[in-house]
């Protein structure tokens, strides 16, 4: 539900108008780039601001507008930070359509030259449309994506608002130091869309533009039509862990048809089976592969040398634990990392910058 702007704002105009005039100035005409973002973002934390806190990450044009720009913020003067989003624009350029019901902070002449026209719109974690139009109209860079089997270390969190900003720049700085894109969030309980909203908030935050896995348990125990309707209502992720009985294969790839019909983007597919027996997942595997159904990956409590061995000429990666990850057996190894209530951002930081070791077992 978008949330009102009050009256009085929780920052000063003034700093809102100097933030405009720091990225007009800034921002050259073409593609808009990673060291540009970067460069405001020092100048912006050297630059005095107190009752505002931008994160210049999140910078991005107006796709309709050129001569508008989107960065999102927290006011500071009036309690808690207040997340809001500024559109900021060239007089010149129309009311963003985007944002219709923006609230206008300041029309006021730039140091550059041009009459700016700052808008402030309510841009918290719960503010799913606006969210959710900033991810798929303003910048779809954001916007998860299928991993396959590329390296994996998601975060498993039931506080995504609280521990995805930070998990988002340790993935950054791992990126950074080893090259690894490992980027990945899952959502085990509560409502799906809720938490898509929060991990794509704290990632348009975070400037995490490089892709990520969108992972959301899926559970076969109360029949078919009702593990429909949790894919329905998670159409924008892109990893799901089916938890299924040995009499439910065919459920399975109604299912695997159902994820693939909903949405437009590829999807990663994961088995997950108890007992984990090597022999039947196998064949699970080759019989879904026979309906046409692709299995990417299969949740396993531990991994032993007999299902890395049976997995292996299969090409199908096992994801465990990051806390019992052990001895991988040559295996391709998926990390699951569980954020326990209120974990401290550099406890997070810690368990992804260590996953590394533990994907080569």
């Given at each position: 539900?978008?949330?009102?702007?009050?009256?009085?704002?929780?920052?000063?105009?003034?700093?809102?108008?100097?933030?405009?005039?720091?990225?007009?100035?800034?921002?050259?005409?073409?593609?808009?780039?990673?060291?540009?973002?970067?460069?405001?973002?020092?100048?912006?934390?050297?630059?005095?601001?107190?009752?505002?806190?931008?994160?210049?990450?999140?910078?991005?044009?107006?796709?309709?507008?050129?001569?508008?720009?989107?960065?999102?913020?927290?006011?500071?003067?009036?309690?808690?930070?207040?997340?809001?989003?500024?559109?900021?624009?060239?007089?010149?350029?129309?009311?963003?359509?985007?944002?219709?019901?923006?609230?206008?902070?300041?029309?006021?002449?730039?140091?550059?030259?041009?009459?700016?026209?700052?808008?402030?719109?309510?841009?918290?974690?719960?503010?799913?449309?606006?969210?959710?139009?900033?991810?798929?109209?303003?910048?779809?860079?954001?916007?998860?994506?299928?991993?396959?089997?590329?390296?994996?270390?998601?975060?498993?969190?039931?506080?995504?608002?609280?521990?995805?900003?930070?998990?988002?720049?340790?993935?950054?700085?791992?990126?950074?130091?080893?090259?690894?894109?490992?980027?990945?969030?899952?959502?085990?309980?509560?409502?799906?869309?809720?938490?898509?909203?929060?991990?794509?908030?704290?990632?348009?935050?975070?400037?995490?533009?490089?892709?990520?896995?969108?992972?959301?348990?899926?559970?076969?125990?109360?029949?078919?039509?009702?593990?429909?309707?949790?894919?329905?209502?998670?159409?924008?992720?892109?990893?799901f862990s089916v938890a299924a009985a040995g009499d439910q294969l065919e459920q399975c790839a109604a299912l695997h048809g159902h994820i693939g019909r909903l949405g437009s983007r590829q999807f990663d597919f994961e088995l997950s089976l108890e007992p984990c027996d090597p022999t039947i997942v196998v064949e699970w595997i080759e019989a879904l592969r026979r309906r046409g159904c692709a299995v990417?990956?299969?949740?396993?409590?531990?991994?032993?040398?007999?299902?890395?061995?049976?997995?292996?000429?299969?090409?199908?990666?096992?994801?465990?634990?990051?806390?019992?990850?052990?001895?991988?057996?040559?295996?391709?190894?998926?990390l699951e990392i569980r954020s326990s209530d209120g974990n401290d951002p550099a406890l997070i930081t810690e368990a992804i910058l260590s996953a590394p070791a533990r994907l080569r077992g």
């Open positions: 539900m978008l949330q009102a702007i009050p009256l009085e704002l929780p920052f000063r105009a003034a700093e809102a108008v100097a933030l405009g005039d720091l990225i007009v100035g800034s921002v050259r005409p073409g593609p808009l780039r990673d060291e540009v973002r970067q460069r405001i973002g020092a100048r912006a934390n050297a630059g005095g601001f107190e009752t505002l806190r931008p994160f210049a990450g999140s910078l991005a044009r107006d796709p309709i507008h050129g001569a508008a720009f989107f960065i999102a913020m927290d006011a500071l003067s009036a309690g808690p930070p207040v997340p809001l989003l500024l559109r900021i624009a060239s007089s010149e350029a129309p009311a963003s359509a985007l944002y219709p019901r923006a609230t206008l902070i300041a029309r006021t002449r730039s140091a550059h030259g041009p009459e700016l026209v700052i808008n402030a719109i309510p841009f918290g974690a719960s503010d799913g449309d606006a969210i959710r139009t900033y991810a798929k109209d303003v910048d779809s860079a954001f916007l998860p994506r299928a991993r396959g089997l590329q390296p994996l270390a998601a975060i498993v969190t039931a506080d995504p608002a609280t521990d995805l900003f930070a998990a988002f720049n340790a993935y950054r700085r791992m990126l950074r130091e080893s090259g690894q894109n490992v980027a990945g969030v899952v959502c085990e309980a509560g409502d799906p869309e809720t938490f898509l909203d929060a991990a794509l908030w704290s990632a348009i935050r975070a400037g995490w533009r490089d892709g990520f896995s969108a992972g959301i348990r899926v559970s076969l125990a109360n029949g078919l039509d009702a593990a429909r309707e949790i894919v329905r209502r998670a159409a924008g992720y892109t990893r990417q990956s299969v949740a396993a409590s531990a991994i032993n040398r007999g299902l890395a061995e049976a997995l292996r000429p299969l090409n199908v990666a096992v994801t465990v634990n990051a806390s019992s990850a052990g001895p991988a057996f040559g295996a391709r190894l998926l």
